[in-house]
């Protein structure tokens, strides 16, 4: 296995002392409860109302502000004690927040997280063992009865839209400024095949950008519907076209665009499908290339992450896919990724690392 280096430091020798690795596997054993009051501290106001005062808080007060039970405000606070999130002043009984505390009601990134495993994953992982042993997003079921998540998308519960689309859009949106300036300054880029292109996010950034491209946004019937919805009205959204397609069915082919197309973008597309399914989609997406076509493949892989705290989201992004998303597809390294370009018979020019919160751009071409 190849790992960035202050990955290999983490991942190749112990980490903890004896007792650091106990309070970690109890970290573990009770993680449910962990997230979930944790959660909790940050919805009832708590952990906001310690960031604000200044000389923190008496459990009557945090009761009076909050209208919960002391019971209820007991209950949390001890359990936030021991998890870490605030601290106590032994003399005035005063809480205040710790820095964990801090980082977890401040960090955007913690914070989408925190939502998308509530509202998206959280019944559902329940289901995890049934998920591998069958091969099926298993914990899915608690939506819909649909295949793969993306064709339930447009109809799951709004809350879990929100927190879907939150997540979502919080990894790639911080990548689009950068990968802007790769496709139309580093590349001559004219036209464009936005592949899952989702809600239009990418598409209308493009055609602002530059005044002159064409974007078609290829993805699930019932994904152009919502996309059109989307950037109707907005600047340049004339220059934005729907091909609705289900890329997992093998008979359906990219679009052919006379002239041939500059650049296919896939954004956090190929971790919804399994390696076999990436080169069938590669191997097609093949047939509307040409020698001047560059396709961008832009992922969050793994091994790539300069900090551990990255990597451990990733990995554990993987599990969603597992139990909701599709049931066999996850967040892959770089080994994997490059073993699907090869065997569709691209070769890669090029690899761009470190925009926004880790991501890299893969770009392939046509072997000569
Ligand atoms: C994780 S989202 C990525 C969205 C966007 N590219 C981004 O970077 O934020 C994956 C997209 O792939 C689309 N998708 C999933 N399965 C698909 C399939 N079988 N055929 C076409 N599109 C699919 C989904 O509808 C969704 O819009």
Redesign the pocket.
């Known amino acids: 296995m190849k790992l960035f280096p202050d990955l290999e430091k983490l991942y190749t020798r112990e980490r903890f002392t004896a007792r650091e690795a106990q309070d970690r596997a109890e970290f573990i054993a009770w993680g449910p409860i962990v997230f979930q009051v944790s959660r909790l501290m940050i919805k009832f106001g708590i952990l906001e109302m310690l960031r604000e005062s200044d000389e923190g808080m008496t459990r009557e007060e945090i009761c009076q502000a909050t209208g919960l039970s002391d019971y209820a405000v007991k209950c949390m606070t001890e359990a936030s004690l021991c998890i870490g999130t605030i601290l106590v002043d032994t003399e005035t009984d005063r809480f205040t927040l710790s820095k964990t505390g801090w980082f977890l009601l401040n960090d955007h990134a913690t914070r989408v997280n925190v939502d998308f495993n509530h509202d998206v994953n959280y019944e559902g992982w329940f289901r995890l063992e049934e998920s591998f042993k069958e091969n099926r997003p298993v914990g899915l079921e608690h939506f819909g009865n649909w295949p ?1 998540v ?1 064709e339930g ?1 447009s109809e799951l519960p709004s809350q879990v839209q929100k927190s879907w689309f939150g997540f ?2 919080f990894y ?1 949106d911080s990548s689009f400024p950068e990968a802007l300036e790769i496709i139309f300054k580093k590349h001559n880029t004219r036209s464009l095949y ?1 592949v ?3 809600t239009g ?2 598409a209308l950034q493009c055609v602002n950008y530059d005044k002159d491209v064409e974007v078609t946004i ?3 019937p019932q ?1 152009i519907q919502m996309m059109e919805e989307n950037v109707k009205g907005k600047n340049g959204c004339e220059r934005i076209k729907g091909f609705g ?4 069915d093998k008979n359906r082919n990219f679009p052919q665009r006379v002239g041939g197309i500059d650049a296919i973008w896939m ?3 190929l ?2 499908f399994s390696m076999d399914e990436i080169v069938s989609i590669l191997t097609r997406a093949k047939t509307a290339m040409t020698d001047s076509t560059r396709l961008y493949i ?1 992922e969050t892989l793994w091994d790539r992450q300069r900090f551990g705290t990255a990597a451990f989201c990733l990995t554990m992004t993987s599990l969603y896919f597992t139990a909701i998303a599709n049931g066999n597809s996850k967040m892959y390294n770089t080994e994997d990724m490059e073993k699907c370009i090869h065997d569709a018979g691209l070769t890669i020019e090029q690899i761009y690392d470190g925009l926004g919160q880790g991501h890299s751009i893969i770009v392939c071409k046509l072997i000569n």
């Open positions: 793969t993306y998308l979502d859009h790639s936005d899952g292109g989702n996010k990418w290829l993805d699930l994904q397609i289900d890329l997992l954004s956090q597309f971790d919804c832009m």
